[in-house]
């Protein structure tokens, strides 16, 4: 295997990191979560590198080629996810940020488009808010912020940042047309953010489908 420069091997992280971004990537492949190679996902090592998923795997099939350590602050090695400078960039951002999900689902999908305009997905009353932290009650308004997507990660790494500014009020977010990323202190948080959003993304595009 040809190593691109400034990676180092898989074999070199930690295996259960490597693990933990397979295992993941099993249990959203089987909901079908990220069809085709699309999705991406990692995890933080340490305070200067992250463990990234590489481009055009099938990512229900990580193997140990098809993840790499990436530093923190760049350069980014050769045959990464087009995606990676979002990564990176929340890492920077939230030193209590290790791992982070993104999937492409019908729900966030759909609602990333119609939602596009307003700058976010509006969710109150659902018990299902409470699977974020720092939510403590259905009873509160939940905005998930919707971003217009750019073929230029590295603008819009900063064009989210700035707009987080740091420690996020929620855990996740959309990009138009895209879908949905998620992240927490650990892969098990980041899984919990990324599925209770996911549900609550389905319970609003269900609503509104009954309402018309």
């Known amino acids: 295997m040809t190593v691109p420069p400034g990676a180092l091997t898989a074999p070199l992280a ?3 990191a490597v693990e933990a971004l397979a295992a993941f990537g099993r249990f959203a492949s089987a909901r079908g979560w990220i069809a085709a190679t699309s999705g991406n996902f990692s995890c933080r090592l340490d305070a200067d590198h992250a463990l990234v998923t590489r481009s055009g795997i099938d990512k229900g099939a990580i193997g140990a080629g098809d993840v790499a350590v990436v530093p923190l602050a760049g350069p980014i090695p050769a045959g990464m996810s087009a995606e990676t400078p979002l990564h990176l ?3 920077r951002a939230s030193a209590a940020t290790g791992a982070i999900v993104h999937v492409h689902t019908i729900a966030a999908t759909v609602l990333s488009r119609a ?3 307003s700058g976010r997905v509006r969710f ?3 018990e299902m808010q409470k699977a974020l932290s720092g939510v403590a009650t259905h009873e509160a308004v939940v905005d998930l912020p919707v971003f217009a997507n750019d073929q230029d990660t590295v603008a819009l790494a900063a064009t989210i940042e700035g707009r987080l ?3 996020a009020a929620v855990p996740g ?3 138009a047309g895209h879908g949905l990323y998620a992240w927490g202190a650990t892969m098990t948080d980041a899984r919990r953010h990324l599925e209770g959003l996911e549900f609550l993304l ?4 269900e609503e509104r489908r009954l309402q018309r």
């Open 89 to 91: 960039a929340r890492y």
């Open 124 to 126: 109150s009353g659902f």
């Open 173 to 175: 977010y959309l990009l």
């Open 165 to 167: 500014n740091g420690a």
């Open 202 to 205: 389905a319970c609003t595009l």
């Open 14 to 16: 930690d295996p259960q």
């Open 115 to 117: 939602d596009a305009a």
